[in-house]
Nanobody
Framework: QVQLVESGGGLVQAGGSLRLSCGVS????????IGWFRQAPGKEREFVAA????????YNTDSVRGRFTISRDNAKNTVYLQMNSLKPEDTAVYYC?????????????????????WGQGTQVTVSS
């Protein structure tokens, strides 16, 4: 069983920055790729970025546009999402998730259905 807890969301002005954290716990946590997704009201859940525990990453370049960076601290079992140059369009609930289907691999999925374990989400609101 894997548990994930997001933190770091809040209200920020356009152009500002936030760093989200995802604390991951459970057995053999380092075998699970971790992804960040976001969902705005009335919109589908959108892939943002993912990382495996060897440091390999994947990004939704169309939405992120080079502004976000995913990283991890294996010693703390924590994955981060650094968000810079935030825009009102980034407003959403941000979730981290663990991909059990790729347990023990270095491959990264971009679809929400591939991720079995989810955190409760953290709200990010970007004002104009």
């Amino acid at each position: 069983q894997v548990q994930l807890v997001e933190s770091g969301g809040g209200l920020v002005q356009a152009g500002g920055s936030l760093r989200l954290s995802c604390g991951v716990s459970g057995r053999t946590v380092d075998n699970y790729p971790i992804g960040w997704f976001r969902q705005a009201p009335g919109k589908e859940r959108e892939f943002v970025a993912a990382i495996n525990w060897r440091g390999g990453t994947a990004y939704n370049t169309d939405s992120v546009r080079g502004r976000f960076t995913i990283s991890r601290d294996n010693a703390k079992n924590t994955v981060y999402l650094q968000m810079n140059s935030l825009k009102p369009e980034d407003t959403a609930v941000y979730y981290c998730a663990a991909d059990s289907s790729r347990r023990g691999t270095i491959l990264l999925g971009r679809s929400s259905f591939e991720y079995e374990y989810w955190g409760q989400g953290t709200q990010v609101t970007v004002s104009s």
